[in-house]
């Protein structure tokens, strides 16, 4: 007779993946990854939803060939946040942090981050966002008027406990606001590190910044790069651009003081990106009136990066928390790539041998 162990196991994990908390399409079914931009208020555009600036363009791990325009509005309980929140029962471990709360205040002191973390005990997702005053409560869904005006940016992955504690290690350094948490007993030991960071735990020494590979539920490999506050330099051009070895197109709020100029002082060039431009759906905005955060490697480059995070390019910025979550994919990253427009340009490199120790040491990480 055949050892009925192995089987046992493979039917287990199976269960597992479904019984575990998801990321949702918009047919409510589990994908183990989706990235959503949110559209910026266009008074003039054909679609209603886009009017009113609750239109939004997604992509998901079953569907990473075309920007795809959702059918409903993002304020709508059958969109894929709507789905992937309304998924909670009261004893799962949820984690909401953000820089501007629904209620109350955060110190400058905490993180420029945004996001939720959930999970039961057969899994999660880790849900980084750029919307402020965003979830309202995990009891009913609804997406911040505030929230319409300007773009967005959202990226969901669905993630088994071990990725979990990783998200927590991240949050540990990247030092949140967290304005609500619950963690069940039963999942205190299993989610250490991730209870660690639910009860306002972080980084206490150097260095400052940690880069962590994140495996989602379907075993594809995310890095996900989180700084502290103490960090001291920008995200993109100091930690990002050189552990990937690949040079960046970033879009990031540009409207706050003291913005980042484009960099071409390190051994791979950081652009910000000054305007978008979209056939299909058919969409042109300048980035003054986009919120999102994401970045993309250039045209030049042969490794095809896409990262979606938290953090703006700005020198006060220097000074938070934050991070970003990337994926190397020629698919995804293309349909990124395609909707840029216009670039900041800035100055020829300096001597890139200056840089050689530092993108050396940082690239280790990976």
Not at 211 to 232: D, E, M, P, Y
Request: hydrophobic share 35%; charged share 15%; proline share 6%.
């Amino acid at each position: 007779m055949p050892d009925a162990a192995p089987l046992y196991m493979i039917l287990c994990e199976f269960l597992c993946v479904v019984n575990g908390l998801q990321c949702m399409d918009p047919t409510n079914n589990p994908v183990d990854w989706y990235v959503i931009y949110k559209l910026p208020k266009q008074r003039s555009h054909s679609n209603p939803l886009v009017r009113e600036g609750l239109g939004f363009m997604y992509m998901t791990s079953s569907g990473e060939d075309q920007w795809r325009l959702s059918e409903v509005d993002i304020n709508d309980t059958r969109s894929m946040v709507a789905h992937t929140l309304s998924s909670r029962w009261q004893n799962d471990f949820y984690l909401l942090y953000n820089d501007q709360p629904p209620y109350g205040d955060a110190s400058e002191l905490k993180g420029h981050t945004k996001g939720v973390v959930m999970a039961n005990a057969s899994g999660g997702f880790w849900l980084i966002h750029s919307v402020p005053h965003f979830p309202l409560s995990l009891e009913q869904y609804a997406y911040p008027k505030s929230g319409t005006h300007f773009g967005q940016s959202f990226l969901c992955v669905s993630l088994g406990l071990e990725a979990l504690n990783s998200v927590g290690l991240q949050l540990l350094y990247n030092e949140p606001h967290i304005y609500a948490q619950n963690v069940p007993t039963d999942l205190k030991e299993r989610l250490a590190v991730l209870s660690r960071a639910a009860n306002n735990e972080t980084i206490q020494s150097a260095p400052w910044y940690h880069v962590q590979n994140i495996t989602s539920s379907a075993g594809l490999k995310f890095i996900s790069f989180a700084k502290a506050r103490k960090f001291n330099k920008d995200l993109y051009a100091d930690l990002v651009s050189p552990a990937l070895r690949s040079n960046l197109y970033v879009e990031t709020w540009p409207n706050e003081p003291h913005r980042l100029p484009s960099n071409c002082q390190h051994k791979f060039q950081v652009d910000n990106i000054m305007s978008i431009s979209s056939q299909h759906p058919a969409v042109s905005f300048s980035a003054t009136v986009d919120h999102s955060k994401w970045a993309v490697s250039s045209p030049k480059d042969l490794s095809k990066w896409v990262c979606i995070g938290d953090i703006n390019r700005a020198q006060s910025q220097t000074t938070r928390g934050g991070g970003t979550t990337c994926l190397n994919s020629s698919l995804v990253a293309g349909r990124y790539l395609g909707i840029v427009a216009k670039v900041q340009t800035c100055s020829k490199p300096i001597n890139n041998a200056l840089f050689k120790d530092e993108i050396n040491a940082v690239g280790e990480k990976i």
